[in-house]
């Protein structure tokens, strides 16, 4: 009787839709789930993920979104290659390093134009410049490509052998270490550390940028060739609402500050503020007249050539297949 029941129900409703149908009124369909992981732990700088669920933009292109912490762009590159995460975004030095082991990786956008990678300090430190790094000790975290082009930032400074770094390792971004003076300066993200000491310790700070050095893409939107060969409508969907959103959030700061506070009310606002300001100059600051997002073959190209000449990649990157425009 249950399984009469039962299937009287699915007929039921199938006649509903058929119905439905053939009077011309559409039937809503399931959004289809789908996860993006972000490049570290949640913050005001993934913000525009955040606006763009909570008005809708991702569920009005059948898209149901669920946005997951990250753990650095290693996990990112990981996950997404697997399969276990259908998109992600990820520091563009660490999808390249994935391309040269053939990793199933395929990037969809570019949101950082250049690096915010920075050597920071204390103003009294006296550091302004590489060469008053010589004699000085500087934290790096061995895992960050930041390490990798701190190391090129040396090289393109041309310090000469008389100039000795001590080098200290670090597990994070190195604010613990230069608040208890352990180290001198510290190399990180410029949007995170630097922000943390200026906003929550009141320190004045000092910032060498890599990108005075040398431009390179760095952060990407990812996701796996499965995804691209069999889910190209979502692939396409998805960037598209992502471009829209970080386009929208760097004209309205403060929605999707608000967006995200709301998501984690226990973050600190000025902080989160600080942070997304700073982020907001890295992402707009090499895309003068170019669409937020927006990648093409050549800019990669000069990218991974760059990369390989300061020693983030070793191999020579063929572009065919790493890649697709979203229009």
Not at 113 to 121: D, L, T
Not at 146 to 157: K, R
Not at 221 to 228: A, L, P, S
Not at 231 to 248: E, L, N, P, S, W
């Amino acid at each position: 009787m249950k399984n009469l029941a039962h299937s009287k129900r699915i007929l039921s409703g199938l006649a509903i839709t058929v119905s439905l149908l053939l009077l011309g009124i559409p039937t809503v369909s399931a959004a289809e789930p789908v996860s993006v992981r972000l490049n570290w732990v949640a913050g005001a700088e993934h913000g525009f993920f955040y606006l763009a669920k909570e008005k809708g933009w991702y569920k009005a292109e059948g898209i149901e979104l669920e946005i997951i912490g990250g753990s650095g762009s290693t996990m990112s590159v990981s996950t997404v290659g697997n399969g276990d995460t259908n998109f992600a975004l990820a520091d563009g030095a660490t999808v390249a390093r994935a391309w040269e082991v053939d990793a199933p990786i395929v990037a969809t956008g570019v949101l950082l134009r250049e690096s915010p990678a920075s050597v920071y300090s204390f103003v009294e430190k006296g550091i302004k410049k590489m060469s008053d790094l010589c004699g000085k000790r500087v934290g790096l975290n061995l895992r960050s490509t930041t390490t990798a082009q701190f190391h090129a930032m040396v090289s393109e400074a041309k310090l000469g052998g008389a100039c000795k770094i001590e080098e200290v390792p670090i597990s994070g971004g190195g604010s613990r270490e230069v608040l208890t003076g352990v180290v001198d300066a510290a190399v990180t993200f410029s949007h995170e550390d630097p922000v943390q000491l200026r906003v929550l310790h009141k320190r004045r700070m000092n910032e060498i940028l890599a990108s005075e050095f040398f431009q390179l893409f760095s952060l990407a939107i990812i996701t796996n060739k499965n995804m691209v060969r069999d889910k190209r409508d979502i692939v396409d969907k998805f960037t598209r609402v992502t471009r829209r959103a970080i386009a929208y959030s760097a004209k309205n700061p403060e929605e999707a500050l608000a967006a995200f506070m709301r998501a984690s009310e226990t973050a600190n606002i000025d902080y989160e503020r600080a942070k997304l300001n700073r982020f907001i100059t890295f992402l707009s600051s090499a895309n003068d007249g170019v669409a937020p997002g927006s990648h093409t073959r050549v800019e990669w190209e000069a990218s991974v050539n760059k990369m390989r000449e300061i020693g983030l990649v070793k191999a020579k990157i063929d572009m065919s297949g790493k890649y697709v425009i979203v229009e």
